[in-house]
């Protein structure tokens, strides 16, 4: 009898099992975790009561002049007192001042709908939050969100940040007639080349390491450079179960969308659009996140476009919250110092990501890891295939040790060159680290240069695996502070100059490496004391150049 009962209680356990499991032949994601080499649990899209409540039933006017700010928060409170639900943004241009999610909202805009925010500073007061990665202040952000659970925009509208009354903007960066009609709208511009709305932006500037004020400012003074804290244009911080779906997301003050701290985070089929001369125009900053999907969306933008951070130097160790299990998948990059980037800010760690089937499409990179001494944080677990990209101005696959802030792009108009050789420092918190890295099935056209790895002496660029890839460029690939890398099936045809470049490289195995190359050029140019354990399996040593340093055990051609 007592097996019996034993028996009925496992059976009922099984059928309780099998109603609370998610059920794959509905799931929408469920193709993107076989074969994820990581655990990750499946991210549900949140559900919403079945309550409806417009902006228009609480005086909202869609006439793009009538300011809707107070519209909008009635409504939210609204919808918020019977529990939460949908809150509907009909056609017409919604004109407002900034939007302060609740729980349980899916804030849906129908086609035809534009929420344009206002440009008017007075309504977004100074608020602490995070930017760049630091513990700061900024103006509060058009639309914001804390401590929340299963929050939503969703549908066929738009979303509109008023971004050129908040952004400086650099003279490169624009025509010559774009530049002078900026200037003669009034403002401020500094040596000729970079202009800001107002004095108070220009002084804010001067005070700021990379955006960001880094002295104690009284209340006064963070009010005299109000208009140089740029908000993000959506900010949820803390939340949980956060679904952005279907809306076009653009002209935002500073990064575009920016969850933070947040957990089960699905971004699916959105359009992000930023002008290709925005300054800190992001597409999407995911931060020390958990959880999240970003699948099926296409990012047109002035600066990086899928970024993944963790928070900056100490602010970010402090928090020691990485960002860990995302899936990104076919996703398209047009404009964007990057197509997908770690960095530079990942302080407290970055692992488990997995990218796949994305097009990068005339990006200043295409894949862009970046750090420098300071940050520490370890960045590894990625793993990233079936990445096809065309016209990259720079690199195709980057790791820059020594960001500085500045595009690639725009270091390279500066003339300035990466370091090599330098003195090895002691490996401390503040050392990154980026290892365990596995990229396979990549091909790039028309790129400046192939590939770029440029680690720190005391912390090489660690286990990177690198299978089936095909590279045209104007250069080759150059590899630096590197180790323990692993080439399988890579092919790469560079212009001019040789197709490969070692600098203190140490093991270093190839299999089926390959290149084409002109009568003049060497396949291999290998340099630097540190250089051993090289197996180049493919390459032609009477092709290759031998720096004097590099002892001839040091490298083998197969």
């Not at 059976?11 to 469920?30: F, G, H, Q, V």
């Not at 930023?274 to 900053?285: C, H, K, T």
């Not at 001019?496 to 195995?509: Q, S």
């Not at 050029?521 to 340093?549: D, F, H, M, W």
Request: with cysteine; proline share 5%; glycine share 8%.
């Amino acid at each position: 009898m007592k097996n019996y009962f034993s028996i009925l209680l496992l059976i009922s356990l099984l059928i309780s099992c099998k109603e609370n499991a998610p059920d794959n032949r509905t799931y929408p994601y469920a193709h993107l975790y076989d074969g994820l080499p990581f655990e990750m649990p499946q991210v549900e899209i949140p559900t919403f009561p079945e309550n409806h409540v417009s902006v228009a039933d609480h005086g909202g006017k869609p006439d793009g002049i009538t300011l809707n700010t107070k519209a909008f928060e009635d409504a939210m409170q609204a919808l918020s007192e019977k529990g939460g639900g949908t809150l509907t943004v009909p056609k017409g241009v919604w004109f407002t001042g900034p939007i302060v999610f609740r729980s349980n909202i899916n804030m849906h805009l129908e086609k035809g709908a534009l929420i344009l925010f206002s440009p008017d500073k007075d309504l977004y007061p100074l608020v602490e939050t995070v930017f760049e990665g630091l513990d700061t202040r900024r103006c509060q952000s058009p639309i914001s969100g804390r401590n929340l659970e299963n929050i939503a925009i969703t549908g066929e509208g738009s979303i509109n940040g008023s971004g050129e009354a908040w952004r400086p903007l650099k003279r490169e960066k624009v025509t010559e007639s774009h530049w002078k009609k900026v200037v003669q709208s009034g403002g401020v511009v500094q040596n000729d080349n970079y202009w800001f709305p107002s004095t108070a932006s220009l002084k804010g500037h001067e005070m700021s390491d990379m955006n960001v004020p880094r002295q104690d400012l009284t209340e006064e003074q963070w009010q005299e450079i109000k208009d140089f804290l740029r908000p993000v244009m959506i900010s949820f911080m803390e939340c949980k179960n956060v679904y952005l779906q279907g809306v076009l997301f653009e002209n935002s003050p500073a990064w575009n969308i920016h969850p933070l701290m947040c957990e089960n985070v699905i971004v699916d089929g959105i359009l992000v659009r930023n002008p290709s001369y925005s300054q800190n125009g992001d597409g999407i900053d995911l931060e020390s996140c958990v959880n999240s999907l970003i699948v099926n969306s296409v990012f047109d933008v002035g600066d990086d476009a899928i970024c993944i951070k963790s928070g900056k130097d100490e602010d970010g160790r402090r928090r020691g919250r990485p960002t860990e299990n995302l899936i990104v998948d076919n996703c398209k990059v047009f404009n964007g110092h990057g197509g997908f980037i770690v960095g530079s800010e990942m302080s407290g760690g970055v692992r488990n990501i997995s990218v796949s089937n994305c097009l990068f499409l005339g990006t200043d990179v295409g894949l862009r890891f970046k750090s420098n001494r300071g940050r520490g944080g370890v960045v590894e677990n990625i793993y990233i295939s079936d990445i096809y990209m065309f016209d990259i101005a720079t690199d195709s696959f980057l790791f820059d040790l020594y960001y500085g802030g500045k595009s690639a792009s725009e270091s390279l108009a500066d003339g300035d060159t990466m370091p090599t050789d330098q003195p090895t420092f002691p490996v401390t918190e503040e050392t990154p680290v980026f290892r365990n890295i596995f990229v396979k099935n990549l091909v790039s056209r028309n790129a400046r240069r192939a590939m770029f790895f440029n680690g720190l002496p005391e912390m090489n660029i660690e286990n990177i695996n690198l299978e089936n890839a095909f590279v045209t460029a104007r250069y080759g690939a150059e590899f630096s502070e590197s180790k323990d890398i692993t080439f399988k099936n890579v092919t790469v045809i560079p212009e001019e100059g040789p197709a490969y470049m070692f600098h203190n490289v140490k093991n270093f195995k190839t299999e089926n490496l390959s290149y084409e190359i002109g009568e003049r050029q060497k396949a291999a140019v290998i340099t630097g004391r540190e250089t051993s354990g090289l197996q180049l399996s493919g390459l032609q040593e009477e092709l290759a150049e031998i720096a004097p340093e590099v002892e001839s055990d040091k490298v083998v051609f197969k």
